[in-house]
């Protein structure tokens, strides 16, 4: 995406929150920075990014001296062999050389980006939590996400039934002890109570059709993030149509999925099988917890 249309699409949106990242890199782009502070110094937007962490060694100062508030870190294993395994071959050592070059460069210029390691819980690295902590611990990170295995069972499972409840629950269980011996924020005592929990019947609707929207690097609008593994799926329109955001925001395509959302009858997989759907009870814990799902805020 060139600057000039980010510019353009942001003035069109006019976001109290920006996260840049999607399928790929950001800190690929070269100019990610003058992004952010477009969004920042003209609309007053805290700005977030996700980042693979491959290049943030080159990138520490700019990152430090950017105004982005929160830099999400993809980190799903603790043991060098599993990172890679589960990251398409990333080098471990890598991404925590890049943390510490991160850390150096924050502590130099005085300000910088709240740093959060983000990791998706599965059935191949569900036990490497603790070692994954002490890592944090030891880059100078005080916060880790966990997202994903909220259910044992069903479409929505991340972890399967054949690691069975209790193991996933004592796994927790030991990380938030390991946590709170660290000084490290989680979200670790609400993931814990979601694997204990059986899942109710009762429908609770998403709320992201109401929230926010995603944005391709073409203009494409999507409804959400979790479209944009299977093309087509959930467009709402362009931000280079005639209208612009308004047009699309109450439009039909984005009307009938918030209709979806209220009935419960979703014409979506990607809304069938979403992993963490952000009801209003998700919601609430993460304001309890004062950690909200990387595209909410800082």
Request: charged content about 20%; some cysteine.
């Amino acid at each position: 995406m060139s600057v000039e249309d980010a510019r353009r699409y942001i003035d069109d949106i006019r976001p109290s929150f920006l996260t840049l990242n999607g399928i790929g890199e950001p800190l690929l782009h070269p100019h990610w920075d003058d992004i952010a502070r477009h969004a920042i110094t003209t609309h007053g937007a805290s700005v977030g990014m996700a980042t693979t962490g491959t290049l943030l060694v080159e990138n520490a100062e700019r990152l430090a001296h950017s105004g982005v508030g929160l830099l999400k870190v993809s980190f799903h294993g603790g043991r060098a062999e599993t990172f890679a395994r589960l990251a398409s071959g990333r080098s471990m050592p890598l991404v925590i050389k890049g943390l510490e070059s991160l850390r150096e460069a924050i502590s130099k210029a005085g300000t910088g980006p709240k740093v959060r390691l983000n990791y998706v819980v599965t059935k191949d690295n569900f036990e490497e939590l603790n070692e994954t902590l002490d890592i944090a611990a030891e880059c100078g990170v005080e916060t880790v996400y966990f997202k994903g295995a909220l259910l044992l069972k069903g479409p929505r499972g991340q972890i399967r039934a054949d690691q069975g409840q209790q193991a996933v629950v004592s796994a927790y269980a030991r990380a938030l002890e390991r946590a709170r011996h660290l000084g490290i924020t989680t979200n670790l005592k609400a993931c814990l109570a979601a694997t204990k929990r059986q899942p109710k019947a009762s429908h609770k609707p998403c709320i992201v059709p109401w929230t926010s929207l995603f944005v391709r690097v073409d203009g494409t609008v999507l409804s959400c993030c979790n479209f944009t593994w299977k093309p087509g799926d959930g467009e709402v329109g362009s931000l280079n149509d005639a209208g612009g955001l308004d047009s699309l925001w109450r439009g039909e395509a984005q009307s009938r999925l918030r209709g979806e959302m209220l009935s419960g009858s979703y014409s979506q997989q990607a809304c069938s099988e979403c992993p963490q759907p952000l009801t209003l009870p998700v919601l609430k814990e993460a304001t309890a917890h004062k950690m909200w799902p990387g595209f909410l805020g800082t």
